[in-house]
């Protein structure tokens, strides 16, 4: 194993909690969360992730009826997970319905540290299914925040399908990409490969956090993981069952994007090897017409 971050501040403790998640229950999702924040896998992490929704549940039929287990940021769950993080110096990242002074709803995930909220990013992609049917597409775009010495870059679920997301945040100098996320069936090839690919494609770490159990017809199929760089997976959750994925990550792997495999022979540059001026169509707007039936 690596050397500790008490002796390397490059290297880094990491894990995500494969969860279940009780319908429109915040107060016992909440307990949840402090239960497994004290559980001994993840003693010593230096940033602990949970799944998209954890705080509220996902398969709300109507913005009416998620509206009361909707919360601001900060808010009480925020300043409950901050104690946690004042107390064993970490950093928690979790999602949760968050309602903003003008009453809109975002499916957000706010990052917290031992001084409070750090971050909150607000879900940009939103595919009909769920909650994200009736919630606010996120405005604050795509940002990379510093938790200590590590760079964390945060989306959420369906945001993973958008490779411009993680790009974005990897070019915003994230170390590692988050995705908290709810995948249901049909999603599993995103679980097997999509954290692979957005690893690989910006030599970063990349950690996707689903939940598990059945949720008003719903299944989630868990599968949460964690990749290097390289893409290749440090860790893996079953498909069914709760459970915690932990890993060491170097900092400095993350922000080496150049690759030297055969000195002056093979060399590849992530981000010197880019040619933005040829990528002009990505962000040309295109009206897409949804089927809702």
């Not at 945001?159 to 170390?175: K, V």
């Not at 159990?213 to 709760?242: K, Q, V, Y």
Request: a negative charge; aromatic letters at 8%; glycine letters at 8%.
């Amino acid at each position: 194993m690596s050397e500790s971050p008490a002796n390397n501040p490059m290297i880094r403790n990491i894990c995500g909690v494969q969860s279940h998640v009780d319908f429109a229950d915040t107060s016992a999702n909440l307990q949840r969360m402090l239960r497994w924040l004290e559980h001994s896998d993840t003693a010593g992490m230096d940033l602990v992730v949970f799944p998209e929704c954890m705080l509220s549940g996902y398969c709300f039929s109507s913005l009416e009826e998620a509206m009361p287990h909707t919360e601001t940021v900060p808010g009480p769950a925020t300043q409950a997970i901050q104690k946690v993080c004042e107390d064993r110096s970490m950093y928690v990242a979790f999602g949760l319905l968050e309602r903003d002074a003008q009453g809109r709803v975002f499916n957000s995930c706010p990052l917290v540290g031992p001084s409070g909220v750090i971050a909150n990013y607000r879900k940009v992609h939103l595919p009909f299914l769920g909650i994200d049917r009736f919630v606010t597409p996120g405005d604050r775009g795509f940002q990379a925040f510093d938790a200590g010495e590590m760079r964390v870059g945060i989306h959420i679920c369906y945001d993973g399908s958008f490779p411009e997301s993680s790009r974005c945040l990897a070019l915003d100098g994230a170390d590692l990409l988050i995705l908290p996320t709810n995948w249901p069936p049909g999603a599993e090839t995103f679980a097997r490969y999509l954290p692979n690919a957005r690893a690989l494609e910006n030599n970063v770490y990349f950690m996707s956090v689903n939940r598990v159990g059945t949720e008003r017809g719903f299944r989630f199929i868990g599968n949460s993981r964690i990749c290097d760089p390289n893409g290749l997976p440090m860790a893996e959750a079953s498909h069914e069952e709760e459970g915690i994925i932990r890993a060491k990550i170097d900092l400095g792997r993350a922000r080496n994007k150049r690759l030297v495999r055969v000195p002056k022979e093979h060399i590849i540059d992530r981000w010197a090897d880019r040619r933005p001026e040829s990528y002009g169509r990505i962000v040309e707007p295109h009206q897409l017409q949804r089927d809702t039936q």
